[in-house]
């Protein structure tokens, strides 16, 4: 295959609480991997894909595909964090691929047609694609404070030039491939994929992402989920 997506789906879900790792929790009754995963591979431009599973519960999540007959999914273990998480499914990749997807397992809602569209911005050219939309909150800076004191804000970025970065993310593979080979496992702070690439100092383009993208991070996303799953079926 020529395009790839790569799930990593190895966290934890610390935000989301106790219970299950987060991919593994269910909404309308199927775990969110399995969302993620179908939602991927409906998109006419991926021809394969790789799963980041915890990395105790790789033959979990391999019978967990199978059982959802997603037998063609490749699954790797994952490592401690995110960055490490994916640089293990970029290094499961065969080298017939030449644009690569990375996509939150945390993301089971994302439309086809937003993975597709980031495929073609980079077939047309960009080396590294983020789906991204405007911000509807004011973000403020602060001096971080851990205990409960009140945070003093530094700044306010001009909201007109914010944009909050979705998954999937798509690259030139040898781009995102050089970007993790740069950066310790830990990934230096950097939050998304993207950022890795912009500190090679290659270009990154923001196209449109779309509102069913969200991540399901906190308790109350779970019920956003289900509420979305629910009006698709209606
Ligand atoms: N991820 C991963 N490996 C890690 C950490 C995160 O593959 N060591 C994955 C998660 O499974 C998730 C995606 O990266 O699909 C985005 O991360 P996030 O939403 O932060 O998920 P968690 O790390 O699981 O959640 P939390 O930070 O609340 O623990
Ligand atoms: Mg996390």
Known sequence: PRTAVVIPAAGR???LGPGAPKALRELG?????IHAVRATARARTVGLVVVVAPPDGAWGVRSLLDAHELTDVAVVP???????????GLAAL???V???LVHDAARPLVPHETVDAVVAAVREGAPA???ALPV???VKQVEPRTDAEPEPVTGTPDRARLRAVQTPQGFDREVLARAHARLAPEGEG???????VERLGVEVVVVRGHEEAFKVTRPLDLVLAEAVLARRKA
């Open 13 to 15: 879900g610390v935000r």
């Open 29 to 33: 009754g199927t775990p969110m991997l």
């Open 78 to 88: 994952g490592g401690d964090t995110r960055q490490d998480s994916v640089r293990r």
């Open 94 to 96: 065969p080298d017939t």
């Open 190 to 196: 950097a939050t998304d994929d993207a950022g890795m």
């Open 98 to 100: 030449e644009t690569v």
């Open 136 to 138: 509807a909150d004011t």
């Open 129 to 131: 694609v983020v789906p």
